[in-house]
Every structure is written in structure tokens, then in C-alpha cells.
């Protein structure tokens, strides 16, 4: 990273305070799961101060191993905060988290060589693990990529309001924000705003949707009046981008194995005022009612959820050879156990946030061989470092 000319600021306090103690609570917890809470408990913190205390405890985070190196090992939370505060060129001396550091010494560390692994802060064993399935070249690019704060984008829902309205729209309440040429319903959002709170949010026109996520949706290219299932909902983005593509013309049937994520999925259906969508959680009834009747399926498994990192940067360490490797079980299962719901002639869409080939085309190497009954029609890598999107795998079947 550049390395700014150091500034001596007066920092505000209770920011700092609620930094550490976010991070603090994050070593033991999901980041994401920290931060609301944290800013919840704090209502008098305007826009820019909330802003300030998510993006630097989450890039502490993000940034964790290479922090701990210009720290030369293990440090506190107090110490992390205050190095990286001081790699973004900003010293207060009368705080007490610059204490016992020396800004030139860890300026000077930041600029030596090292290792991708520790210039990115991946786990040795994940970076080994994608070197060998990606090649160096390719996994250093989606490193890099993969490292910074992930872009916003929106979907437009097109029963509503057109794409180009919508810009207008956003761009006249001072949202910068762009279209994307290569995904039809995708805004970029140069600058973050809170998009939530807006009317035209609460009024269905748009979700918050990675523009790499929104791809699936037109691989499976649903079709009005076809019946549809969704085999791994979770709260429905692509579940209401299917049906918002079939104009709500299609009966999409969206399961999964968390009841609170299908009560958020149905909370969103209302707000798109979307009538054709039913939510059930998994069981075996479903699979022998619907056997061999979908006209398609999709199936966004479970996966490693290496191509969004950006997202979870807590979520690295995670990802050990055991996890991987047990995570392509089930996705082996969910695609032999729900492939029967799709009927001859029907289509199957088989989808990861993953960039590893043993998830992506191996897995469905591996499903074809015991398969006869089903083709490959086309599949596609989404790689972050081509695109800015979300690193996402999908590969379309059909039913002979």
C-alpha cells in the first residue's frame, strides 16, 4: 500500500475507544456481527464518525498478519490500531495507542519485501492451497484484488423503474454512481451513502447485490410460467433477481436450512411485491413432491467463499485444507441429492463464490461422470481482478 506523509491530528476519543473495543470483541466474534451492534449502542456518532470506526476496524482486520509483522509478531489490539493508523499517515503523540511505537520504523517495515501471504494477511495453508489450484500468477492477481474494501453495487428492479431512471434518480440526490456495461440490472456506487434509508430502496426499486452475484441469475435465464427452485436461498437475492427476470410470472420455490434467513427472504418479497415466491426450509417431502417437475434449479452451494474475501476478511482463517475439503462434500451431495427435482428437458444452475477448481469445474466434472442424464451447456469464472465484482463460479446444465 502507499504510504502517506505522516500528519500529527488530534484524534477523537471515543472513536478510538470504539475501535478497540470492536476489535477487541472481534477476536472472538464475526466482525460483522461486532460493528452493528457497536454504532447501534452509539446514536449520537454522525455519518463520517460511523464511517470512521467501520472501515478501520474492519481493515485492522482485513490487514491483521501484515500488521503483526511490522509489530514483529503478536500484538494487542491497541498496538495493531495505532500501526495502521500510522500506514495511513495519521499520528496523534498524546494518544495513548501510539505509545512505544515508532512511525518511521513501521512506515520503513511496510515498504520492504515480503511474501504475498503476509503483504495480504492469508492463512499459509489457504495461499497453498489456491497456488496450487490457481497457479502463482492467477492467485497473486485475485490476492491483490481480493484485499481491498469491496465496491457497492445495486440491482435494479426493472418491474419498476428502469436502470437509467434510477441513476437519474440517484445521481439527483448527490449518489454518484454508474452503470455497469457488462451486467444489464448493475449500478456501481462510487461513493457510500446510506442506500437503505432511501424511498426508492424501501419501495422495492432496488436491492444491494454484487454485480457478480447478479450474473447467475441470467445463466439460468428464467422463463415466465416456468416452476423454479431455489435449493440454497439463503435470504434471496437471487431468488427475487429470478423473479423479477420472469416479470413474476414464474413460481420459484426457495429453500434452505436457516428459518431466519427465509424470514428475511419473506420480508424482501414484500418490499419487491413479489407474489409468486414460496419459502420452505429443506426436507426430503420437498425432494418426492417436486421430483423430476422443475423446469430449472438453481444451486448457490455452500461453499469456501474464497472470491469474497473482501467481505468476510475474518473469515481467512477459516479456511483450512479439512473445511475445504468437507465443504465439497456437501456441495457433492446437494447436487447429487436436488438434480432430481429437474425435470427432462429441464435446466440446473450450479453456482459458488468460490474461485478453487476443486469446487467449480471439478465438482461438476465429477457430477457429469456419475451423470449421464445431464449435459454441460456453458459455465464462467468470475475473477475480481478482471471485473471488481465478487469472485463467482457458474455452470449451466441441461437435463437430456
Known amino acids: 500500500m502507499p ?20 476489535l477487541q ?12 451492534a457497536l454504532l447501534k449502542a452509539q446514536p449520537k456518532w ?8 467501520a472501515e478501520n476496524t474492519y481493515e485492522v482486520v482485513r490487514n491483521k498478519r501484515f500488521i503483526q509483522f511490522l509489530l514483529g509478531g503478536d500484538a494487542t489490539p491497541s498496538k495493531m490500531l495505532g500501526a495502521w493508523l500510522i500506514l495511513k499517515g495519521l499520528y496523534d503523540p498524546e494518544e495513548e495507542i501510539f505509545r512505544y511505537l515508532d512511525p518511521e520504523v513501521i512506515q520503513d517495515n511496510a515498504r520492504s519485501d515480503m511474501p504475498l501471504e503476509i503483504r495480504f494477511s492469508l492463512p499459509d495453508e489457504l495461499s497453498q492451497r489456491a497456488k496450487r489450484e490457481l497457479g502463482d500468477d492467477r492467485w497473486a492477481k485475485e490476492a491483490e484484488a481480493m484485499h481491498g474494501q469491496a465496491p457497492v453495487y445495486l440491482r435494479v428492479n426493472e418491474r419498476w423503474i428502469t436502470r437509467d431512471k434510477l441513476v437519474s434518480v440517484l445521481l439527483s440526490k448527490d449518489i454518484a454512481v454508474e452503470p455497469v456495461a457488462s451486467v444489464p440490472s448493475a449500478i456501481k456506487v462510487l461513493k457510500r451513502a446510506g442506500l437503505n434509508q432511501l424511498e426508492e430502496y424501501k419501495k422495492g426499486f432496488f436491492e444491494i447485490q454484487d454485480a457478480g452475484s447478479q450474473e447467475i441469475a441470467y445463466f439460468l435465464d428464467p422463463q ?18 429470478l423473479a423479477d427476470l420472469s416479470r413474476n410470472k414464474a413460481k420459484i420455490l426457495a429453500l434452505d436450512v436457516e428459518e431466519g434467513k427465509l424470514v428475511e427472504l419473506e420480508k424482501r418479497v414484500a418490499r419487491n411485491r413479489v407474489s409468486q415466491v414460496e419459502t420452505s426450509l429443506w426436507n426430503n417431502d420437498i425432494l418426492d413432491q417436486y421430483r423430476g417437475q422443475a423446469d430449472a434449479v438453481l444451486m448457490d452451494v455452500p461453499c469456501s467463499g474464497l472470491g469474497v474475501l473482501r467481505r468476510n476478511p475474518d473469515a481467512k482463517e477459516l479456511l483450512t485444507e479439512a473445511y475445504i475439503d468437507s465443504i465439497r462434500d456437501v456441495q457433492a451431495e446437494i447436487l447429487q441429492k436436488y438434480s432430481a427435482l429437474v425435470r427432462k428437458g429441464g435446466r440446473l444452475v450450479y453456482a459458488t463464490c468460490s474461485l478453487l477448481s476443486s469446487e467449480n469445474e471439478g465438482q461438476v466434472k465429477r457430477f457429469l461422470e456419475n451423470h449421464g442424464d445431464f449435459e454441460l451447456i ?23
Open 25 to 36: 470483541s472481534a477476536e472472538t466474534k464475526k466482525v460483522d456481527h461486532v460493528l452493528p
Open 224 to 241: 415466465a410460467g416456468e416452476f423454479i427452485v431455489d435449493t440454497c436461498a439463503g435470504a434471496g437475492g437471487k431468488t427475487l433477481h
Open 378 to 400: 456453458k459455465d464462467k469464472q468470475i475473477w475480481p481482478s478482471e471485473t471488481d465484482f465478487d469472485g463467482f463460479y457458474m455452470a449451466l446444465l441441461r437435463k437430456k
Open 3 to 22: 504510504i502517506p506523509i505522516l500528519k500529527k491530528i488530534r484524534l477523537h476519543k471515543p472513536l478510538v475507544r470504539g475501535i478497540l473495543e470492536a
Open 46 to 53: 454522525g455519518s463520517r464518525d460511523r464511517n470512521f470506526v
